[in-house]
């Protein structure tokens, strides 16, 4: 089994993305699953192109992207992708797009095809906190997610593809008081298992447990 793994570079005047560090810390091979490691830039208009040229290239059995969430508490695989760009800061090339259909050709959204709830539960095992998002914003994540299951629809239909999120690294909240962070090491511990549960569960359907939200 082939896995790409995504991670985002720095953007919103961070020095680091916890994204980008971490899929740097991966090894190479997870529960057997070959591991193939792509940077994203985050740039509207670019992200998606690499993305599709090593979908291409390697024909992998899933695609999980991994982004920051700075704010959140947790490691939160996403629910779904929305056919929308809306910006609320620039890209890192000063790109903007407000209320922007991602794909003319695409569906009003896309939900994931990864097991977001046995994702959830191998976190959960291990200690650290995690929970089912049902929104990836409106920046480059969720353009990301959508392109990916886009891709997937009309390009690559074996391939599973969905995206996680996590929070900052504590050196990222030294000047931001009262935002969560979360340890580079969990991190990586995180979606080492996350992945073992892609992996197990790459012939068998999500596990039935309660993960929606109130609000």
């Known amino acids: 089994m082939k896995i790409i793994v995504t991670g985002f570079d720095p953007f919103g005047g961070e020095s680091i993305n916890p ?13 057997g699953a ?17 993305l599709e040229e090593k979908m291409a290239e390697h024909l992998p059995d ?4 991994i982004g920051q969430a700075g704010g959140r508490v947790d490691l939160t695989p996403e629910r779904i992708a929305i056919n929308q760009d ?12 407000i209320d922007r259909t991602i794909r003319e050709d695409g569906q009003p959204a896309y939900f994931s095809t990864l097991p977001i709830k ?37 390009q690559f239909p074996k391939t599973k593809a969905g995206f996680l999120h996590i929070p900052f690294l504590p050196e990222q909240v030294v000047d931001k ?22 992996v197990e569960y790459r012939d068998k359907e999500d596990i039935k447990k309660g993960g929606g939200s109130t609000h």
């Not at 899933?62 to 992207?65: P, Y």
């Not at 008081?177 to 892609?198: E, H, Q, T, W, Y």
């Open 19 to 31: 994204a980008l560090e971490t899929i740097k810390s991966l090894p190479k091979t997870i529960a």
């Open 34 to 50: 070959e591991i193939i490691l792509v940077e994203i830039p985050t740039v509207f208009d670019k992200a998606a192109d690499v």
């Open 62 to 65: 899933a695609v999980l992207c």
């Open 86 to 97: 809306d910006a609320r800061i620039p890209d890192n090339e000063g790109q903007q797009p």
């Open 118 to 154: 046995a994702m959830v539960e191998a976190i959960h095992r291990i200690g650290l906190p995690a929970s089912v998002s049902n929104t990836a914003g409106t920046f480059v994540c969720n353009h990301l997610m959508y392109q990916a299951l886009y891709l997937a629809e009309k």
């Open 177 to 198: 008081p009262g935002l969560a962070s979360m340890s580079l090491n969990d991190i990586v511990r995180g979606v080492g298992v996350a992945i073992g549960a892609i």
